[in-house]
């Protein structure tokens, strides 16, 4: 079964920057939509970014457009989202989530998230 790891949260001032690392063993994730999420507390998961398996298309949230960036690295077999501008409504847990379909279509394995925590 894929696995997905999540890596580079921290907590960091408003204004700065973090790059999210979601990576696999044993599997490629090239054949695989990813996408993260994010879920503050006391809210529910949201969807944040996608990239497609086959073109390499690209989705984000009105919330983060301009500011976050996804990307792939295929020699590293790693996904990871590039978020600059941080604000406060940024913080959450982060999650990665690997679909066999088309980003809209949701995803069918998740890693267990690592936390952003945007505070001053």
């Known amino acids: 079964q894929l696995q997905l790891v999540e890596s580079g949260g921290g907590l960091v001032q408003p204004g700065g920057s973090l790059r999210l690392s979601c990576a696999a063993s044993?599997?490629?994730?090239?054949?695989?939509?990813i996408g993260w999420f994010r879920q503050a507390p006391g809210k529910e998961r949201e969807g944040v970014s996608c990239?497609?398996?086959?073109?390499?298309?690209?989705w984000y949230a009105d919330s983060v457009k301009g500011r976050f960036t996804i990307s792939r690295d295929y020699a590293k077999n790693t996904v990871y989202l590039q978020m600059n501008s941080l604000k406060f409504e940024d913080t959450g847990v982060y999650y990665c989530?690997?679909?066999?379909?088309?980003?809209?279509?949701?995803?069918?394995?998740w890693g267990k998230g690592t936390l952003v925590t945007v505070s001053s």
């Open positions: 990239i497609s398996k086959r073109y390499g298309s690209t």
């Open positions: 989530g690997a679909g066999l379909g088309r980003c809209r279509d949701g995803m069918n394995y």
């Open positions: 044993k599997f490629t994730l090239d054949y695989y939509a």
